[in-house]
Nanobody
Framework: QVQLVESGGGLVQAGESLRLSCAAS????????MGWFRQAPGKQREWVAT?????????SYADSVKGRFTISRDNAKNTVYLQMNSLNAEDTAVYYC???????????WGQGTQVTVSS
């Protein structure tokens, strides 16, 4: 199984920034991607960003965060980060990370980290 531990969330004002971290451990051999998801109150979990472990760290983003969020990784530490700038109230959610092999995301989820943006 994969263990995922997210951290770095908090309460911020609109326009401010936060940096989330996620450490992966356990059965993480041969993973190809790491990514971030989020779940706002009353809504389904949605994909936020993905980074490739190889391929030069190719990244992709949801349209709602493109230009404001940056995903990065430290392969040696099996850690993925999410730098979130220009936060707004719509970014309020519990943020989760996950790992994937090809197109298949792990069925394991961490506890998430709460991000609350006040306007």
């Amino acid at each position: 199984q994969v263990q995922l531990v997210e951290s770095g969330g908090g309460l911020v004002q609109a326009g401010e920034s936060l940096r989330l971290s996620c450490a992966a451990s356990g059965s993480i051999f041969s993973i190809s991607h790491m990514g971030w998801f989020r779940q706002a109150p009353g809504k389904q979990r949605e994909w936020v960003a993905t980074i490739a472990i190889a391929n030069g760290g190719y990244t992709s983003y949801a349209d709602s965060v493109k230009g404001r969020f940056t995903i990065s990784r430290d392969n040696a530490k099996n850690t993925v980060y999410l730098q979130m700038n220009s936060l707004n109230a719509e970014d309020t959610a519990v943020y989760y990370c996950n790992v994937a092999r090809g197109n298949l995301w792990s069925g394991n989820w961490g506890q998430g980290t709460q991000v609350t943006v006040s306007s």
